[in-house]
Structure formats: structure tokens, C-alpha cells
């Protein structure tokens, strides 16, 4: 009898095994999907429009309907390290297309560099057809790539889709430092260099007597006060620390 349980255990593990590898396998030839890399199911918004979303992590994001395809972008301008993070703007013109308030580099409603500084456009996620007309977001989004001698989009004139949190959701920079909430949180303050280190400041104002450090920004590229980061940001928290700060436009287009 010892035998016999002994080998019919062996035969469950044998099992289990196989299993797993065939999972695995599918996993790797992209037959299954980790459930890690669902980033959420989203309707789909009206043709020549843009929807600003939050992805399933917290990330932020823009679902654009466009030419009859469906687009989910990072939305996240792209910028060199150390620089401060900051969300793009959908500008609703004639041609609409996205906008960095910091650096003017404008992307395609596709994601592609229009205009501004040499770089990657921004990061365009998979997606794939949900229940009801909806669309399902998968992880490992891919850079889109960059235009050149693209003559610059018309001015924005203001009519903005841009992201925005809900009443309150904001958190002083310093409470949440304290508290760490968990994911991508909304915070409301002033970015300014204290004492050589990068700090987002409590408040709108010019004074910054409660403060929490900010990680991944050099402290020489932080905007002098002239022109201060000063509004909403969205960032995560790690260790008192804030980290993947991105500075949010607001809806008339200032930084």
C-alpha cells in the first residue's frame, strides 16, 4: 500500500509538471496571456476622440478612436532621465494630436514624435477586442517612432482633454510620503530643489515648510521659480519617497 500511495503521489507531481509547462509554453508563444499584463477593459470613445483613462495599475493613459482603429497610449511624455515627468494634452483641433506642455513636442493621434526634441513617441499598448464592443489593454506597450521635417500642428486653443482626479483623491505631498498610499496617487504642490534635493512642497505658494522628496529627478533640472511646476501631479510613493513624478497640465493648456 506504501508503494502504491508512494507512486500514485510521484504521478500527481508528474502531472502538476506537465501542467505547468505546457502553460508556460502557451505563455511564451503568446497563446495565454499572464493575468499580470491585463491592463483593464475600456469603451471605446466616439471616432476622432480621446478618453484619458487610468489603466488597472493606476498608470495613466489615452484611449483614442482614430481612422476606425483603436489606440491606447501611454501617456507619459517622453523626456531625457532626470528631467521631470510630465502627462501630454490632447488638443482637440482640426488635426488633433497630443502636446508636452514642457518641451512643445507634439505626437500623432497614433503616438508618433510630430514635432520638438529628438526622441521615441510615445508607448502604444496592445489591445484586443472585449465583450459589449469593449477593448481589452495588454501590457508590453512598444515605443512609436518619429516624423521628421513634419511641419508643426495648428496652436491648441485651449479645448484640452486632460487628466484629472476626482474630489478627494489629492494628497499633501508630505501625507503621503507619511502614509504611502499604495499605487499611483494624485498630489497637489510645488516642485522646487531644497537644499540640493529635488522635493515636491506642500501648497501652491512660494513656501515649502512641509515637503517629500522626490526620487529620479536631477535637482540642476528643476524648473526655476519663473517657471515652477506648480498644480497636480501624479506620482507613486516608495520608502517616504515620491517616485514617477509626472507634472499635470491643466485644462487651459498652462504649466
Given at each position: 500500500?506504501?508503494d ?20 508556460y509554453?502557451?505563455?511564451?508563444g ?17 471616432e ?8 488597472a ?5 489615452f484611449?483614442?478612436?482614430s ?22 494634452a ?46 481589452r489593454?495588454?501590457?508590453d506597450?512598444?515605443a512609436?517612432g ?14 484640452q ?5 476626482t474630489?478627494?483623491e489629492?494628497f ?21 530643489s ?23 529627478i ?38
Open positions: 500500500m506504501r502504491l500511495g508512494r507512486r500514485l503521489l510521484i504521478g500527481l507531481a508528474v502531472v502538476a509538471a506537465a501542467v505547468m509547462a505546457i502553460g509554453a502557451f505563455i511564451a503568446r497563446i495565454a496571456t499572464p493575468i499580470e499584463s491585463d491592463l483593464g477593459t475600456f469603451d471605446v470613445p466616439a476622432a476622440d480621446a478618453r484619458a483613462v487610468l489603466l495599475d493606476g498608470r495613466p493613459a484611449i483614442v478612436a481612422a476606425g482603429e483603436v489606440i491606447v497610449l501611454d501617456a507619459r511624455g517622453r523626456h531625457a532621465a532626470g528631467f521631470p515627468g510630465r502627462l501630454v490632447w488638443c482637440d483641433t482640426s488635426i488633433p494630436y497630443f502636446t508636452d506642455p514642457l518641451d512643445d513636442a507634439t505626437y500623432a493621434a497614433d503616438g508618433t514624435r510630430l514635432a520638438g526634441p529628438t526622441g521615441p513617441g510615445l508607448v502604444r499598448y496592445p489591445v484586443s477586442n472585449a465583450d459589449d464592443g469593449m477593448i489593454v495588454a501590457a506597450g512598444t512609436a518619429q516624423l521628421h521635417d513634419f511641419a508643426m500642428p495648428v496652436e491648441c486653443d485651449g479645448s482633454v486632460v487628466h484629472a482626479p474630489p478627494g489629492i499633501d505631498p508630505s501625507v503621503a510620503a507619511d502614509e504611502e498610499p499604495p499605487g499611483w496617487v494624485w498630489l497637489e504642490g510645488r516642485l522646487r531644497e537644499a540640493g534635493e529635488p522635493v515636491l512642497c506642500d501648497g501652491l505658494d512660494g513656501g515649502c515648510a512641509t515637503f517629500a522628496p522626490v526620487g529620479g536631477d535637482p540642476a533640472l528643476v524648473p526655476h521659480e519663473e517657471q515652477a511646476l506648480i498644480g497636480s501631479f501624479i506620482g507613486r510613493v516608495r520608502d517616504g519617497v515620491i517616485v514617477d513624478l509626472n507634472f499635470v497640465p491643466d485644462p487651459g493648456g498652462s504649466s
